[in-house]
RNA sequence: GGGGUCGUAGCUCAAUUGGUUAGAGUAUCGGACUGUCGAUCCGAGGGUUGCGGGUUCGAGCCCCGUCGACCCCGCCA
């Protein structure tokens, strides 16, 4: 005997008189006396089941279930009676009329309701994430990662991407983010690393004369955490050969679109908006804004010599900025709501904040008897302040002021609803610096990574001024979160040597740790370009929410600890002998993190 | 590495200023009930207040340490 003929996809309300055999989870027993109710789920949905009083036994076995007892049931599909329906659930016209009931399994207690609605701890879903799975808002979030990827796949494939994979074990090599090591047996007192991404791979297979690749991958970086990062996360990695910038943009923006219009029914304007870093850091102190609102930053250094306004005039003769955003029609905001944005510029790094409430009569502030009354004109000119707008002004360090409002225009933005569920603002982040400089390291350091091409004309200016240098990198932004970022690859040797030079990269190390790119640029590598989504963020955007965990069928705490299978765990005696290694710190030997709720 | 919020019954939470026997909902167990669908009604059991220390006549509450969860900064080419 079959366990199932059908499953709940596989039923309507029109099949009604259909005798079916079904199998899942019981998902709540109504027991009347007389008359028992149960919701049947499986991965399609829920029907409710009814044993009455036919035929014999039927209740009794019925009054046996309790939650989550796996069940195969054998019935008549049978339209309600009249004013009974559930509009609540697609299979509410119908019900089961149950004639076998066969408990598969039974399932004790769980640790947790599965009802919608019922919050519970994260630390508490992941170690039972097989039961929170079951739950609706779960399996659809993963059904649509499994959607999403597939289409990605169909679509790249079509356009001729060939998938290709590349090893998780490769070799360490320096920069980017702390590499997960695997000892080597074999090759005592070395490791593996784990890939950060496949960056290597992918050029080797351009140089290999695979035009078009991609690949969807998991990546490892052992950073901490946040709610849009996993120490493994997936990346839908593309690369290509004999193309421009604006090639790889083309195909990366027609999957982004198909993907928002397909997954997400959004549809958004083409050709996507393309932005210069500069601009972004400029107007929204962030090299990824969130565009679904306005709130620019504005600049009012020209207003703030001989304002009069100690802070402001110092900040300006020192070299520094006066800049602001303008709230509209926030004037009227409480003590509480100030204080709040006040709060958040602190924790942004700003010194404080200058308040002025814009009034027909001019700017009106507790601090407004210090200034030049030219000066307030100025500065509401130069924010266009209206009537019943609020002005919130920070002067320091242009970098620190930028980036500082930046994050306060975020939390504004944000918190005050003007970024809408459902709303997509999608565009490219163009033309950032090739190198930053780093301050900890008193060195230059990439922003992208070091295999970025320079822009042509800046190429003599590597020479002179390397952090005015312009990198063929673009960033894909959706609604202020970094989902796809990519650059066109040096393909000489005697410029990605010099790129190692000044980033600290020795010839000897670049030799040893980059040796076989550097090699394999000498023979014939094309020009060649790509680009990687953050596959796990992007999906999380087309849910609309902001926490990857939510898309991961098993996701890690942000102490990367997997409280379902208690990874990472200690490891016998005999395994690190086999792999030559000992720990540094023998008293902590097997120590394994814990629930300290425990 | 740093900052913030939090940790009380299986789960989600409450507990006035530090004051008697730490409560509620839900889950679990038992009973009733023929149209429920978060069933309802009656009853029962269920606690080392994360862990360790301190202050106090007295600590869930205050202090110190520690473990853990989440959010953020640093970090994440």
Redesign the pocket.
Known sequence: MAYRDTTLQGISPVDAGRKVRLAGWVA?V??????V?F?LRDRYGVV?V?A??QPPGIMEAARQL??EYVVSVLGEIRP??AG???P??PL?SV?IAAEEIEILNPSA?????L?EG???????RMKYRYLDMRRPAVRDALLLRSKTAMEARNFLASKGFVEVETPMLTRSTP???RDFLVPSRVHPNTCYALP??P?LFKQLLMIGGFDRYFQIVKCF?D??Q??D?QPEFTQIDVEMSFVVADDVMAVAEELALQLLSKIAGATLPSPLMRMKFSDAMNMYGSDKPDLRFGLEIADATACAAGCGFKAFASAAAEGGVVRGLRVPGAAGWSRKQISEVEDAAK?AGLPGLAVFKAEASGLASSIAKHFERSSLESIARALSAGPGDLLLLAAGRKKTVSKGLGEVRLKIGRDSGLAKPGDFKMFWIVDPPLLEYNE?EKRL??????FTMPRPEDVPLLDTNPEAVRAQAYDLVLNGHEVAGGSIRIHRQDLQEKVFGLIAIDKATAREKFGFLLEALTFGAPPHGGIAFGFDRFVAMLLGT??ITGVIAFPK???A?CPLTGAPGPVSDRQMEDLGIAWRDASRKGEM??????
Do not use: C, I, Y
């Not at 019922?118 to 508490?124: D, G, N």
């Not at 993190?593 to 425990?598: F, L, Q, S």
């Open positions: 709540g109504r027991d009347h006396g007389g008359m109710f919701n409710q009814t009455g009083s309790k939650p309600r009676p009974l329906a559930n609540g659930m509410g019900e207690p769980l640790p947790f309701v009802a019922e919050e519970v701890s994260p630390a508490m920069e980017g983010a950060q991404s960056q970086r950073e901490d946040r709610a990062r924790k900890e350091d990439a922003v992208h990574h070091p902001d926490n705490t942000t102490r600890f993190p814990v629930d300290g709720n425990e």
